[in-house]
């Protein structure tokens, strides 16, 4: 049977589960949804206008572009386009979990690298290469951990990597990372084959609108834009992602908000004798002395959501959004209600 994916528990309470924006969605962007008065009419497919602007916006050109129904849709369009049954994509572990169940999806063979101090393993990733790998799925920063890779490391590893191999690399939080982190679209314009995926789900506050981009080179763009669906999407995520661009103070708030947080939460942390992975994103990867289950447990018996690492193959540690200030204060407040019980 096919694994399938494990979504957050969805239950009342202070959810810190699906790193979501906790200032919830640019008022920009919620205005122009509502303003739509008309949806009788198809959209225009090739998307033109919002492709233009985002190839403007990070230097590439429109024909660089292509756009999903969320990102989480290009990641399977790349690995039904590009894998064939018994062919190998090299992903870390812990990472995204829909790489794995993607590829598997296609009858091909998920390669998995074990990260190095919870950071993917980019030498190690290069040694499991085969002749028959197709696909290098990268997830950076890396969800669960957090981490994320030098951009000096990311360049040296992209030079050594075959040019028939195609490289995903999924930026779902790159706009909340430091700037000596890796930017993989500057790449784009240097190696054929490089797909980079990024979000409006995070950052943007739109997780429930579905918008999802992606930059690759023009004769990658075109075999995908091949594969995609039609109208993949909708009229409402057009409008509200193209607001949301116009809202650079949005995005600034956001995150100044995740900086507060986790200025407010890593000294909270070490005070507290616990330690948690150096984030590159809206999340963190807390370890937990007890079993990552049973503090999952717990944590939901005070009315924290959070992910269980034990579901991400991330044993012993909790996966945490960066909420708002009553949020993270929400967390660390239950946390110290039950650490005795936990070092009991
Ligand atoms: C690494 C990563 N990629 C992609 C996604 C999915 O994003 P979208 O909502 O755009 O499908 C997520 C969502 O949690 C994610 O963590």
New binding site residues.
């Given amino acids: 049977m096919l694994e399938s994916y494990q979504r957050a528990a969805f239950v009342d309470g202070v959810r810190l589960a ?2 979501e924006n906790p200032l919830g969605t640019s008022p920009k962007a919620l205005a122009a949804v509502r303003r739509i008065a008309d949806l009788s009419r198809y959209v225009d497919d090739s998307y033109v206008d919002i492709r233009e602007r985002l190839a403007e916006r990070h230097g590439v050109l429109r024909e660089n572009v292509v756009l ?8 399977k369009l790349v690995v039904q386009t590009f894998v064939r049954a018994g062919e190998e994509a090299v992903m870390a572990v812990p ?2 979990a ?1 790489f794995r169940l993607a590829v598997l999806e296609h009858g091909g063979s998920p390669i998995e690298v074990p990260l190095r101090e919870g950071v993917s393993d980019l030498d190690a990733m290069l040694a499991a290469l085969t002749p028959r790998t197709r696909l290098v799925l990268l ?1 950076d ?4 951990t957090g981490t994320a890779v030098q951009r000096a490391d990311f360049h040296a590893f992209v030079e050594r990597l075959p040019p028939e191999i195609v490289l995903v690399v ?4 790159r706009e909340y990372a430091a700037t000596d982190c890796a930017d993989a679209t500057d790449e784009v314009r240097r190696r054929p084959k490089t797909v980079v ?6 950052i943007y506050g739109l ?1 429930a609108l ?3 981009y992606a930059f690759a080179d023009e004769e990658t763009v075109a075999t995908l834009e091949r594969v995609r669906l039609p109208f993949n999407v909708a009229a409402t995520a057009l409008a509200g992602a193209a607001a949301a661009l116009d809202d650079d103070a949005f995005l600034r708030r956001s995150i100044a908000c995740n900086e507060a947080g986790k200025s407010l939460i890593y000294p909270a942390l070490a005070a507290l004798g616990l330690n948690a992975y150096p984030t590159q994103a809206n999340f963190y990867a807390l370890a937990v002395p007890i079993a990552a289950t049973r503090a999952y447990e717990d944590l939901l018996g005070e009315g924290i959501v959070v992910r269980n690492g034990d579901s991400l193959r991330m044993p012993g540690r909790l996966r945490i959004t960066i909420g708002a200030e009553n949020e993270n204060r929400a967390l660390l407040a239950a946390l110290s209600r039950l650490l005795p019980r936990w070092r009991a």
């Fill in positions: 699906s790193n999903g129904h969320g990102s989480n849709e290009i990641v990472s995204f829909l997830c920063p890396n969800n669960p999924d930026q779902a939080y995926l990024r979000t409006m789900s995070k997780a579905r918008f999802g």
